[in-house]
């Protein structure tokens, strides 16, 4: 039997690429830019992409999954914007972020991950910190996720660390394809490290399997 997933905020997948290596999964992926969505599913084929508010998506549908990533949008808590307060238009943090954790914290029987950068304020729920993003979580996350070093941090290949190419080759996508608005570095940049998702996704998974053989023992 397949795991039943959900990722939300979907991207071209980056926090998706090789949770195939884990176990048999049925991925519904959710995600507002269209153009986004299609290099996703070219990326994804045998995923379910829908073009939707993964907002709204999750409280309608959350019941219906063993296991949930979402990634909300980031910029309006992150330390850049901070850093940038003085030339930019300064906007409410999206405090959906918080409600998203809530839901799952409360409502959600599976497994979740909500992840985001780590903030310019002190996290209102307080977190797993794991390199420079935080992760809120119901299960238990190693201490190291990855220990391949993203092209922000240094050159890769022959790439410079500011290329938006050097972050499209550390996680192993065709970002030239994409035609939406959003700007290519950021799509690039905003992916998450493909590695620590499959660490993340195969911690998740084991512990399922041990909660479904202790209830198969009960039975």
């Known amino acids: ?30 995600e507002l830019d269209a153009h986004a969505a299609e290099l996703y599913q070219e990326r994804f084929p045998n995923d379910t992409v829908i073009v939707a508010d993964a907002h709204a998506y999750l409280l309608d549908h959350y019941k219906e999954f063993d296991f949930i990533w ?4 980031c910029p309006t808590h992150s330390r850049i914007m901070y850093s940038l307060k003085k030339q930019c238009t300064m906007q409410y943090p999206d ?6 954790v809530i839901l799952l ?9 909500v992840e985001n950068v780590v903030p310019h304020y002190e996290p209102l ?7 420079r993003h935080l992760y809120w979580t119901n299960f238990a996350l190693p201490n190291v996720l990855s ?10 290949g022959n790439r410079p ?13 065709d970002v030239s394809k994409y035609k939406g608005k959003q700007s290519k570095g950021k799509m690039a940049r905003n992916l998450v490290d493909y590695e620590a998702g499959k660490r993340i996704f195969e911690t998740a998974c084991g512990i399922i ?10 039975l």
Request: aromatic share 12%; proline share 6%.
């Open 1 to 30: 039997m397949s795991l039943k997933v959900l990722n939300l905020y979907a991207c071209l997948g980056g926090n998706r690429y090789k949770w195939d290596e884990v176990t048999n999964i049925d991925v519904t992926a959710v």
């Open 95 to 100: 405090m959906r972020l918080y409600q998203e």
């Open 161 to 173: 660390a500011h290329d938006w190419r050097a972050f499209a080759d550390f996680h192993e996508v």
């Open 105 to 113: 914290q409360s409502f959600f029987e599976g497994k979740y991950v």
């Open 70 to 73: 979402s990634s909300p949008p």
């Open 147 to 156: 220990k391949r070093q993203p092209p922000s941090m240094t050159t890769h």
């Open 209 to 218: 399997r041990q909660q479904d053989q202790r209830q198969l023992q009960l």
């Open 125 to 131: 729920i307080p977190a797993k910190k794991r390199g």
